[in-house]
């Protein structure tokens, strides 16, 4: 199992970014997909998530209306593409594969927004 984030890097606040999660190694299309953020200092949160069709998706309140989670099956890949960055939104993004117990997790990309 593979999960290899891309796309993070250093934005100005009111930036956009859009993140990508290449999945192998496992039935994309069956699992539900997430994203979860640590910054310095702080434990791991919750960021997004959508179901195994892309139908379901479910957001942490501090990103709704800003961020938008999706998936491409015929792809194996998630996106997070994220609108109106703020700087408490600095941390280290991780994609998250689950399908009941079985769990994984990507090694992260770095999301740095500061003026």
């Known amino acids: 199992v593979q999960l290899v984030e891309s796309g993070g890097g250093f934005v100005q606040p009111g930036g956009s970014l859009r993140l990508s999660c290449a999945a192998s190694?496992?039935?994309?299309?069956?699992?539900?997909m997430a994203w979860f953020r640590q910054a310095p200092g702080k434990e791991r949160e919750f960021v997004a998530a959508?179901?195994?069709?892309?139908?379901?998706?479910n957001y942490a309140d501090s990103v709704k209306g800003r961020f938008t989670i999706s998936r491409d099956n015929a792809r194996n890949t998630v996106y997070l593409q994220m609108n109106s960055l703020k700087p408490e939104d600095t941390a280290v993004y991780y994609c998250?594969?689950?399908?009941?117990?079985?769990?994984?997790r990507g090694q992260g990309t770095q999301v740095t927004v500061s003026s």
């Open positions: 190694g496992f039935t994309f299309s069956r699992y539900t």
């Open positions: 998250n594969a689950r399908l009941g117990s079985d769990d994984h």
């Open positions: 959508i179901n195994w069709s892309g139908y379901s998706t």
